[in-house]
């Protein structure tokens, strides 16, 4: 089938853009000075970035094919359903091994930990005492 | 078919009978081991007419043509005496058997071995392909260990048994090497063939060769001198098992094997010297030690050693009528020693010991015992008017007439006449020892118990036997014996002249003066055992242990210095192996090809430069371990990548799924081991190491090159031709999996679930330090299964799983297939673990991996045999389209099942290893077994 002009401008323009904004990402991932900044990058460029490329893709093939292309939004929802989770993972590891993060960071997340560190070692006293 | 019926039905019988053991009454399995024989007997004196008038009967069935074994047997007259005399005096043993055991345990399995081993007795005699005859030598040496060591709780059982499979087992390795010799001269294995060539191996030139290592087999078997020192030592076997191993049949099996064989092998001086001489040394030692020794059994095993010897020395001579009185000899021999070590056994039941300086004086509490014994000691002294004198004044006639080597002929028969001497004095003894010379001494048991008649029913039967052997001798030499030797030794034996046994001539005087002298030596024991008692002691079984425990610890030591233990060894090892003996072939090689190189573009550069970068990242990182597993799998993933850009989609996909799962389980050991290896070996190891991984690295890199920069025809336009027509499935790979090389795949998912039961039982009862929980997980980023990872494995499970059912389904034509879909599953299902924990996902799955495993091997191993069955090869596939009436077309192909047991396997095998590493990681330390 033909393909209309404005359809393939658009098309282009998802493209250019996810790709944008993987390599914004992937600078991100370079050039961030801490953990949770750098981890950002990576995932703005697997949601967004690839998102933007696969609806590009489900464009082009939808109107070059005649119907509409299953797999790429089977791959959108899974990508937009597992990369926020896995950013999460990462992010709690990190702060369960006290990775540290820069001196400017707002509200560090350490005084919240040792503000529930610290009732935590309150309970398991008082635990104690009723035993 | 008779014959094979005739193997088979004991064999069948020893399966089936150990089901009867749990009978109420011991009855049972009694007799129906007792039917099998009697069938087995009757199946065979149904062939004696024809048999006995010189027909051969053979039948045929091919089993393995390229290396010339199939299965085969023969009946002449030589096989139908043999396994007559197998069937026959199994039938009175299980008789015996079943009151030497009233009462105690063990009878079932008894009876099952003694079947076992009469089917392969069955099977030696009535071979007719010498292969096939080697399984059945092979399993009489290993059931006789099991029957020896019978009362496997008692040291010296054990050690008896081990020596006989050591000695026995070590001449069927030599009679091995021997019958392959002798298929590949005469390129048949079938006796027929091969006695019909005997001139052709005579004057071969590797026929000393042949006929050492076919009489080492021989020789051991039949407890020839030196080998002769596992007989007195299987003696610790129940007293069933001497009666019928030990004088009938075991170690008759070796004589058979040189009568069997005479027309191919004998009539050299070769064979005479040797056969006769080491006949004549056993004969001597038997006969010598049997005399000194007190308990009733040894001495009747090295009086059964030296009536061996007699018929090995005989064999030897190789005349005709030599021929004759050996194997009458060994008719006698069966019918006499046979109820000897019976009424041993009842002594032994009635008066608790068998040291013949205690029982003495029994005939007042056994007179029929003691009329049944005297019959065969007679007989086993050479009376005259029994049958052992008979076949004895044969032999001292042969002995008279041998001639091997002339200035020294006088010494056969001299030797002959002081063999018979002893042998006379070692029957009176153990006759008049255990039932008369006085009163008994100290028996453990008083008053002795009265045999059971049933007990003695056997003895009776033999003894009778042995009367009338004495009696109708002519008719039994030249009815049976003659056809015996003629279908021994190929050509017609001559009448036997039986008037010369009846003659005054040398030979009756030398029966006299064995039988006076006997007695004389009898008379003069007392003396005689004082005198022997002073000989140095040499205790052949501490010396046989001595060097077992040598040979043991000296091969321990060689596995140890080369099997260290050092994986990094092994691999050196095998890499400098592969360096040396290609290297210099591989060094004048043209390394660089005809072919064009495909253009490189600059992406497939690009990852080319990176994977390296990340195999170099693993060297040099190694340290530490977490970054180097993790530069491991980026390498993994270029891998997959380069599979993906050079149209390879089923490998990417395995690729991918196996990289996830390999770091996932490395991860998991991983964090059993501290974060960084040490710096262990020297740098001028590493520097040798090196030296060789980068030798090893630039070979294999460079055969590669040479390889693939040539033109070559291979197989693959084969497969991509046949892929539709012969497999079914437009999908190459994929065909070629689960068809073309499905064995290849069967074998592999075999080793796979071999080892992840090994990892299940490596993992089973290991206790790892316990895991202390970290200070820090008190804090709220502890939560080891947060929330949100839970919330969203649980709608993953089942779009995985859907897509490893699409996966797999289309996997015939499309990329994919049961590997991948299980890799799929897999991977779907342990994140289940992570985001859940064990215990969370234990409780909602079913964890039988092990019966998943099995399960998925047997489905495909049925698909294979399936096609067997159409009458196709193993593992042939088959397919067919079809129109459904809602899903429209359809392809089914029998591939489909072969791949759903490889999926299963899969998965099983690879969430036994996930599941049982991670239950070593849970702070509770190792729960339940799981799978």
Known sequence: MEMPLWLDAIVAALILAGALVATIGSLGLARMPDFYMRLHGPTKASTLGVGATLVGSMLWF??????????????????????????????????????????????QPWDEMDRLSGRAAQSSSSGESQR | MTLLSVVLLPLIGALLVPLLARARSPLIPAIASGIVTLAALSLLLLQAPTVLSGELITSEWAWIPSIGLSIAFRLDALALFFATLITGMGLLIILYAHFYFAGKPGAGRFYALMLAFMGAMLGIVTSENLLFMLIFWEMTSLVSFVLIGFHSDQRPARRGARMTLVITGGGGLALMAGIVLMGSIVGSFNLTDILAAGDELRAHAHYPLILTLVLLGAMTKSAQFPFHLWLPNAMTAPTPVSAYLHSATMVKAGIFLLARLHPALADTDAWLYSVSTVGMATLLTGAFIAMFKHDTKEL???????????????????????????????????????PLFMMAGAVEKATGTRDMRRINGLWRHMPLLTIMSAITAASMAG?????????????????????????????????????GLFSAAYSFRIFHN????????????????????????????????????????????????????????????????????????????????????????????E?????????????????????????????????????????????????????????????????????????????????????????????????????????????????TLTFARFSAPDLALTQLSVEVIAVIIMMLALSFLPQTTPVESSRLRRSRDSIIAVLGGLGTG???????????????????????????????????????????????????????????????????????????????????????????????????LMVSAYIFLRGHNMPGGGFIAGLITVVALSLQYMAGGLAWAHDRMLTSFRPLIGGGILLACLTGLGSLFMGLEFLTSWFGHYELPVLGHIELATALLFDLGVFTTVVGATMLILANLGKLMTVNGPGEEIG
């Open chain 2, 300 to 338: 009747l095993a090295y009086s059964t050693v030296s009536h061996l010897g007699l018929i090995t020395l005989l064999m030897g001579l190789g005349t005709a009528t030599a021929l004759v009185a050996g194997l009458f000899h060994l008719l006698n021999h069966a019918l006499f020693k046979a």
């Open chain 2, 702 to 800: 460079l055969v590669s090159f040479a390889i693939m920069t040539r033109p070559q025809d291979s197989i693959s336009d084969f497969f991509l031709e046949q892929s539709v027509p012969g497999g079914g499935g437009s999908n190459v790979v994929n065909v070629i999996l689960v068809d073309f090389r499905g064995f290849d795949t069967l074998g592999e998912i075999t080793v796979l679930g071999i080892a992840a039961v090994a990892v299940f039982a490596l993992t089973r009862n290991l206790q790892l330090k316990h895991r202390i929980p970290n200070e820090r997980d008190q804090y709220w980023a502890s939560n080891p299964h947060p929330l949100i990872l839970r919330t969203m494995a649980r709608p993953i499970l089942p779009i995985a």
């Open chain 2, 383 to 419: 009376l005259p008017l029994f049958n052992g004198y008979l076949s004895k004044k044969m032999f001292f006639i042969e002995s008279l007439d041998a001639n091997v080597i002339s200035p020294l002929n006088w010494l056969t028969p001299v030797l002959a006449a002081i063999a």
């Open chain 1, 62 to 107: 939808s109107t070059a094919q005649g119907s509409v292309s299953v797999q790429e939004i089977l791959i959108t929802v899974f990508l937009f359903a597992t990369a926020p989770v896995s950013a999460h993972m990462m992010g709690r590891a990190a702060l369960h091994r006290r990775v540290g993060c820069q001196e400017k960071t707002n509200g």
């Open chain 2, 527 to 639: 003396r005689l055992f004082e005198l022997y008692d002073q000989l140095p002691p040499a205790d052949a079984r501490e010396i046989f242990e001595w060097l077992m425990t040598r040979a043991g610890n000296g091969a321990e030591r060689f596995v140890h210095a080369l099997e260290n233990g050092s994986v990094q060894r092994y691999i050196a090892l095998i890499i400098l192996t592969a360096i040396i003996m290609a290297g210099p072939v591989l060094a004048n090689v043209v390394w660089y090809g005809a072919k064009p190189m495909t253009p490189a573009d600059p992406l497939t550069i690009l990852g080319a430069i990176l994977m390296m970068a990340t195999a170099f990242g693993v060297v040099l990182g190694h340290r530490n371990r977490l970054f180097a597993l993790l530069l491991l799998g980026s390498a993994g993933l270029f891998v």
């Open chain 2, 434 to 525: 255990v039932f008369f010379n006085g009163q008994p001494r100290e028996l453990p048991v008083w008053p002795p118990r009265k045999p059971a008649l049933g007990i003695q029913l056997p003895i009776i039967l033999l003894a009778a036997g042995c009367l009338f052997v004495g009696w109708q001798a002519e008719g039994i030499v030249h009815g049976l014996i003659r056809a015996m030797a003629t279908a021994s030794s190929g050509v017609k034996a001559p009448a036997y002249d039986m008037g010369q046994l009846h003659h005054v001539g040398p030979a009756f005087y030398m029966s006299l003066a064995a039988l006076i002298g006997g007695l004389i030596l009898y008379a003069l024991r």
